[in-house]
Nanobody, 118 residues
Framework: QVQLVESGGGLVQPGGSLRLSCAASGGIFITYIMGWYRQPPGKQRELVATIAAGGSTNYADSVLGRFTISRDNTKKMVYLQMNNLKPEDTAVYYC????????????WGQGTQVTVSS
């Protein structure tokens, strides 16, 4: 069982920056692909970015060049640096831990609200 706790959300003006953090406990952290997802108001949850244990990353087109995902395997932390934020980035952001062996292991945090507004 993996527990994930996000922090760092808040209200920011367009063009501003925020850094989200996700603390993981339980499980073997390096075996999981870690990711950030978001759910805008009235919409479905969508992928923001993922990062494998070795550091390979994947980004949604909408955040490419503005957001950076990183992980610290020693501290069991995942980060999302968000720059040049836009109103359309407003959403609840969720941390995710995923791996597939014989079965799929899929864990979610409780989410943190990010609001981009002037």
């Amino acid at each position: 069982q993996v527990q994930l706790v996000e922090s760092g959300g808040g209200l920011v003006q367009p063009g501003g920056s925020l850094r989200l953090s996700c603390a993981a406990s339980g499980g073997i952290f390096i075996t999981y692909i870690m990711g950030w997802y978001r759910q805008p108001p009235g919409k479905q949850r969508e992928l923001v970015a993922t990062i494998a244990a070795g550091g390979s990353t994947n980004y949604a087109d909408s955040v490419l060049g503005r957001f950076t995902i990183s992980r610290d395997n020693t501290k069991k932390m995942v980060y999302l640096q968000m720059n040049n934020l836009k109103p359309e980035d407003t959403a609840v952001y969720y941390c995710n831990a995923w791996k597939k062996t014989v079965v799929v292991f899929d864990y979610w945090g409780q989410g943190t609200q990010v609001t981009v507004s002037s």
